[in-house]
C-alpha cells in the first residue's frame, strides 16, 4: 500500500511469480506484528509457516486473505498489488482459520452445498468434496452432532467445493486423526498438481506437504521493540 | 443474485430449523402490546387513541430483540471469515442479511399486528393501511438493525450499544408508520405517510449497504 505503481509494473516480466510479498509489516490495534517478512511462490509451491505462538503466522495469513490491510512493503499477485482489486484477490483466495464456520442446525451436505452455490459451483463437487474426507456416512447429520476432528475434517472438504488458486490453511491438522491427515494431503497435492498454491501455518511435519515447501521461520520477522517513551507519551 | 439468494435460503432454513426463536419475537410482540391496557385502563376511546402508536413501539422493540444475533453468530463461528471472501461483496451480505431478518423477524410481526388491532379496538377498514406502513416500516427497521448490528460486532457490550445506535434511526420509521395510521383513523389520506416510509426505506438501503459493510469489514481484522 502506498508504493509507487512504477514498481509494480516492473514486475510483469516475471509471470512465475505468482503471489509475491516485500518487505510486508502487520499491525494489529496499533502494536506492531511482524516487520521485513519477503517470500514468492510460483504456482504449485507451498510455503509453512513455522515459528513459536505468537510470532505472527495467523496475522500473517489474515492479511494474505485481505482480511488486515498491509501496514508497510507490498504485496504482489503477478505483479499487481493486490490492494488494487480486493474483490479480485477474495475470489482467488480459500482460507481456513481457527474456527470451523459450522451451523449447529445444518448437516454437512447442507453445508458444503451452501458453500458450493455461494461460489456459483454445481453440487457434483459437493459430493466428491464429502468422499474425500471420508465424511459421506456423516452426510445427513446435524452440525451439532460432529466431534471435533469431524467438524475439522467438514471445514476442509470445504476447501474442495469451490476451486481457488491460494490456499490459506492456519494449523489445519489440529484435531485430525491419521487417515484424515492423509486425506489432507491428497486433497494438498491435488490442489498443488493443478496449480494451485498454499501457504499453512503449523506446528507439525505432515509428510508429503511440510518436506516439499517453502520454509518461513516468523521468528525471523520480529519487529523492532517499540520505543519505551513512545509508549509512555 | 444466485449466491444472494443462496446466503439467504441458507438463513431461512437455520431460522426454521430453530423456529422456537421466531416464535419468540411474536410472543414477545403480542405481549409488549398486550401490557399496554392493563397498565392504562380499558377505556376504549383511549386504547383506540394510543393503539397505532403500540403497534409501532412493540414492533421495533421486538426486532431489537434479535438483532444482535444477526452477525455476532456468523462472527463466533468463523464463518464471517468465510463469507467476506466469497463472491458476494461485503455490501451484499449486508442486505442479504437483512432481508432474511425481515422474513423471519419483520414478516411475521406484520401477520401478527391484526391481533393487536383487535385488542385496541381499530376500525377493519384500517387493518390495510396499518398492514402496508408496518410492511415498509419493518423493512427499513431490519437495514438500520443490519447496519447498527454490523457497526457493533467488534463492540465490547454491543448488546447495549447496538439499541442506542439503531433506535435514534428509527424515530423517522415510528413517527410516519403511526402518522399513517392515525391519518386514516382521522379521515385523512394516508398516502402521504405510507410515500414518505417507502422513501425510508429507499434511504435505508444504501446506508445500510455501505455503513454495514464497513462494519463487517472492520470486523474481520
Known amino acids: 500500500m ?13 509471470p512465475a511469480r505468482q503471489l509475491e510479498a516485500r518487505e510486508l509489516g502487520c499491525l494489529r490495534g496499533g502494536w506492531p506484528i511482524f516487520a521485513g517478512v519477503t517470500f514468492a511462490l510460483s504456482a504449485g509451491e507451498a510455503l509453512v509457516l513455522v515459528g513459536t505462538n505468537g510470532s505472527g503466522k495467523s496475522s500473517l495469513l489474515r492479511l494474505l486473505a485481505g482480511y488486515l490491510p498491509v501496514a508497510a512493503g507490498e504485496l504482489l499477485w503477478r505483479g499487481v498489488p493486490l490492494s488494487k482489486d480486493p474483490d479480485l484477490h477474495r475470489s482467488r483466495t480459500r482460507y481456513l482459520g481457527h474456527l470451523d464456520a459450522i451451523k449447529a442446525a445444518l448437516t454437512p451436505r447442507e453445508d458444503l452445498s451452501f458453500w458450493a452455490q455461494l461460489h456459483a459451483q454445481s453440487d457434483r463437487r459437493v459430493e466428491a468434496a464429502l468422499a474425500a474426507f471420508s465424511l459421506q456416512e456423516l452426510a445427513d447429520r446435524p452440525g451439532r452432532m460432529l466431534s471435533a476432528g469431524q467438524r475439522r475434517r467438514l471445514a476442509l472438504a470445504r476447501l474442495t467445493v469451490s476451486p481457488a488458486p491460494l490456499w490459506l490453511l492456519d494449523e489445519p491438522t489440529v484435531g485430525l486423526d491419521t487417515a484424515s491427515q492423509k486425506a489432507l494431503v491428497a486433497a494438498i497435492a491435488r490442489h498443488r498438481a493443478a496449480g494451485g498454491m498454499l501457504i499453512m501455518a503449523t506446528h507439525q511435519a505432515l509428510p508429503g506437504v511440510t518436506d516439499a515447501a517453502q520454509r518461513l521461520d516468523m521468528n525471523r520477522y520480529r519487529p523492532l521493540p517499540p520505543d519505551p517513551e513512545a509508549l509512555l507519551l | 443474485m444466485k449466491s ?5 435460503g441458507r438463513d431461512l432454513r437455520l431460522a426454521w430449523r430453530q423456529r422456537g ?10 405481549l409488549v402490546a398486550a401490557l399496554f391496557p392493563f397498565a392504562l385502563g ?17 414492533a421495533l422493540l421486538a426486532l431489537l430483540l434479535s438483532l444482535e444475533r444477526l452477525f455476532a453468530l456468523e462472527q463466533e463461528d468463523g464463518s464471517l471469515d468465510l463469507l467476506l471472501l466469497s463472491p458476494l461483496p461485503a455490501e451484499a451480505i449486508v442486505l442479504a442479511k437483512a432481508a432474511s431478518h425481515w422474513l423471519t423477524t419483520g414478516l411475521p410481526l406484520v401477520l401478527a399486528a391484526p391481533i393487536v388491532a383487535l385488542i385496541y379496538n381499530l376500525p377493519f377498514d384500517g387493518y390495510g393501511v396499518l398492514l402496508l406502513s408496518l410492511l415498509l416500516g419493518t423493512a427499513s427497521l431490519s437495514l438500520f438493525g443490519a447496519t447498527g448490528a454490523a457497526l457493533c460486532l467488534g463492540a465490547r457490550r454491543g448488546g447495549v450499544l447496538l439499541p442506542l445506535l439503531v433506535l435514534p434511526l428509527a424515530v423517522p420509521v415510528l413517527i410516519f408508520g403511526t402518522a399513517a395510521v392515525d391519518a386514516m383513523l382521522a379521515g385523512l389520506a394516508a398516502r402521504p405517510h405510507l410515500l414518505l416510509l417507502s422513501a425510508l426505506l429507499l434511504l435505508a ?4 449497504a455501505f455503513a454495514g459493510a464497513a462494519g463487517l469489514r472492520q470486523a474481520a481484522e
Not at chain 1, 2 to 14: F, I, K, R, V
Open chain 1, 2 to 14: 502506498g508504493t509507487p505503481n512504477d514498481m509494480a509494473t516492473g514486475d510483469e516480466s516475471l
Open chain 2, 4 to 8: 444472494w439468494l443462496a446466503l439467504i
Open chain 2, 21 to 30: 426463536d421466531l416464535f419468540m419475537a411474536v410472543s414477545f410482540f403480542l
Open chain 2, 42 to 58: 380499558p377505556e376504549p376511546n383511549l386504547l383506540l387513541r394510543i393503539g397505532p402508536g403500540v403497534v409501532w413501539v412493540a
Open chain 2, 205 to 208: 438501503l444504501p446506508i445500510a
